[in-house]
C-alpha cells in the first residue's frame, strides 16, 4: 500500500494530467480507463433506447393538452427525447458491432468525450423544455448523476464537461423560466448538481486510479 502512494504522486500528478492530456507519465493507465468507459457504452445505450422510446409513446398517444403552451411543451419534449434516442442508437451500433473498440485509444477518447458531453447537455436541453410546465430540474439531475457514477474522467475534463452543461442549463432556464424566483433557485440547484457531480467523479475517479495501481504492485 506504502508503494502505491509513494508511486501515485509521481505517475499521476495533482491535475491527472501529464503530457498531451495523458495520465501523467504512465499511458497505459490513461488507455485502460478510456476502455473501461468504451465498454460501457454499449450496456447505457442498451438501457437507455427503450425508457426514450417509451417517454416518446407516452407522449405521443397518452397526453391529453388543451393549451397551446402545454402543445408546444409535448412537441420539444418529444423532439429532445427523438434526438437523445437516435443519438443512443447510433452509439449502440458502433459499441455493440466493437467497432469503436477497435479504433486507437484517441478516438475512443473523443467518442467518449463527445457521448458523455451529449448526454449532459440532452438532459439540460429536456430540463429547459420542462420549464414551461413545471420547475423541475430532475432530468439535468439525472444525467449529471449518470455521467459520474458509470464513467470515469479525468477530473479537469469532467470539471469542463460540467461547466458547460450548466453553462448551456442556466443559459436556456431564463429563455423558458419567466418567474425569477424559481429560476434563481432552479439555477443554484443546478449549480449545486453540477458541483456534486463533478465532486463524485473526482473523488470515484482517483479511487479507480488508486486501484489500478494497486493490482500492478500486487502482481509484481
Given at each position: 500500500?506504502?508503494d ?7 505517475a499521476?500528478?495533482?491535475s ?11 499511458p497505459?493507465l ?12 454499449a ?14 409513446i407516452?407522449f405521443a398517444?397518452f ?6 403552451a402545454e402543445?408546444r411543451w409535448r412537441?420539444?419534449?418529444i423532439?429532445c427525447?427523438s ?5 443512443m442508437c447510433?452509439?449502440?451500433?458502433l459499441?455493440?458491432?466493437?467497432w ?8 475512443q477518447s ?14 439540460a ?14 432530468p ?6 449518470i ?5 470515469r ?11 458547460f452543461?450548466f ?19 432552479n439555477r443554484i440547484?443546478?449549480?449545486a448538481?453540477?458541483?456534486m457531480g ?6 470515484l ?7 489500478i ?8
Amino acid at each position: 500500500m506504502e508503494d502505491t502512494e509513494r508511486v501515485l504522486p509521481s505517475a499521476v500528478g495533482v491535475s491527472g494530467f501529464g503530457k498531451g492530456g495523458r495520465i501523467g507519465s504512465d499511458p497505459g493507465l490513461h488507455d485502460e480507463i478510456i476502455r473501461e468507459n468504451t465498454s460501457r457504452f454499449a450496456t447505457l445505450t442498451l438501457l437507455a433506447i427503450p425508457v426514450h422510446l417509451l417517454f416518446i409513446i407516452i407522449f405521443a398517444f397518452f397526453l391529453k393538452l388543451s393549451s397551446e403552451a402545454e402543445i408546444r411543451w409535448r412537441a420539444g419534449i418529444i423532439a429532445c427525447h427523438s434526438a437523445f434516442l437516435c443519438l443512443m442508437c447510433v452509439f449502440l451500433f458502433l459499441g455493440k458491432g466493437k467497432w469503436i473498440e477497435t479504433k486507437p485509444v484517441r478516438i475512443q477518447s473523443f467518442f467518449q468525450a463527445f457521448f458523455l458531453l451529449a448526454l449532459q447537455v440532452g438532459g439540460a436541453a429536456i430540463t429547459i423544455v420542462d420549464q414551461s410546465v413545471t420547475s423541475s430540474i430532475t432530468p439535468f439531475m439525472i444525467t449529471c448523476s449518470i455521467v459520474a457514477m458509470v464513467f470515469r474522467i479525468t477530473p479537469v475534463h469532467a470539471a469542463g464537461m460540467y461547466f458547460f452543461a450548466f453553462s448551456v442549463f442556466a443559459l436556456g432556464l431564463g429563455i423558458t423560466q419567466h418567474d425569477t424566483a424559481i429560476l434563481l433557485s432552479n439555477r443554484i440547484n443546478g449549480f449545486a448538481i453540477t458541483a456534486m457531480g463533478a465532486g463524485l467523479n473526482h473523488i470515484l475517479w482517483w479511487s479507480r486510479v488508486k486501484s489500478i495501481f494497486q493490482h500492478r504492485t500486487i502482481r509484481r
